[in-house]
């Protein structure tokens, strides 16, 4: 069965700080693998995904994240924040019949 | 606007109720999702169907069912209600099946028990 741990509940950055957020999944197949981000009393946006290819996927919003299959892991990256990054962000793995499985989300606060 | 609508945005009922909540998809897409995200379990998935039949489940309760029509709406039933249950319903939607699609999700509809 496919899970994903995102090991921080919250994060807090200055503004103009790089950030990186930490996703490690379990999946027995090649994954298929997604970043979404929740802004306060919305729906999940895709932020950007992974299925095959080039390891290191660029996204919305200058957002990017890097694929390791060795270290499970699909760490998102930005080098600069801005407040309204300020969010919630979910990590996600899907398999071939789309069914697609949610970390519980590291909330990221900014501060000015 | 992700295309995919759900109605209603807001509801608040007894415990012991029965609710039902509405998803339109995205235009053409087969595929629906529900998830329940509440506080202390994060974002679950409950079910997923594909062009009106069951494709696969996920933590639902017994006292939750869902079903996809033929015009490709999808409806989540929700009965005997429990203070638990308030928590914030979404639905999704994706083209068809296979090669991780994305998956693009409406607005939720808050659900509160009281």
């Known amino acids: 069965a496919q899970s994903v741990t995102q090991p921080d509940i919250h994060i807090t950055v200055s503004e103009g700080a790089s950030l990186e957020l930490r996703c490690n999944y379990s999946?027995?197949?090649?994954?298929?693998l997604f970043w979404y981000v929740q802004s306060p009393g919305q729906g999940l946006q895709l932020l950007l995904k992974y299925f095959s290819g080039d390891t290191l996927v660029q996204g919305i919003k200058g957002f990017e994240a890097e694929f390791k299959r060795s270290q499970s892991s699909f760490n998102l990256r930005k080098p600069s924040v801005h407040w309204s990054d300020a969010a919630e962000y979910f990590c996600?793995?899907?398999?071939?019949?789309?069914?697609?499985?949610f970390g519980k989300g590291t909330r990221l606060h900014i501060l000015p | 606007d992700s295309g995919v609508t759900q109605t209603p945005k807001h509801l608040i009922t007894a415990t012991g109720q029965r609710v039902t909540l509405r998803c339109s998809p995205r235009?053409?897409?087969?595929?629906v999702y529900w998830y329940q995200q509440s506080l202390d379990q994060g974002l679950q998935f409950l079910i997923q169907y594909y062009n009106g039949e069951e494709r696969a489940k996920g933590n639902i309760l017994e006292r939750f069912s869902a079903q996809q029509f033929p015009d490709l709406h999808s409806e989540l039933n929700l009965s005997s209600l429990e203070l638990g249950d308030s928590a914030l319903y979404f639905c999704?939607?994706?083209?068809?099946?296979?090669?991780?699609?994305?998956?693009?999700f409406g607005e939720g509809s808050w659900l509160t028990v009281v």
């Open positions: 235009s053409g897409d087969l595929s």
């Open positions: 999704a939607s994706s083209p068809v099946l296979g090669s991780g699609n994305t998956i693009y």
């Open positions: 999946y027995g197949a090649t994954p298929y």
């Open positions: 996600a793995v899907g398999n071939r019949d789309d069914k697609i499985i």
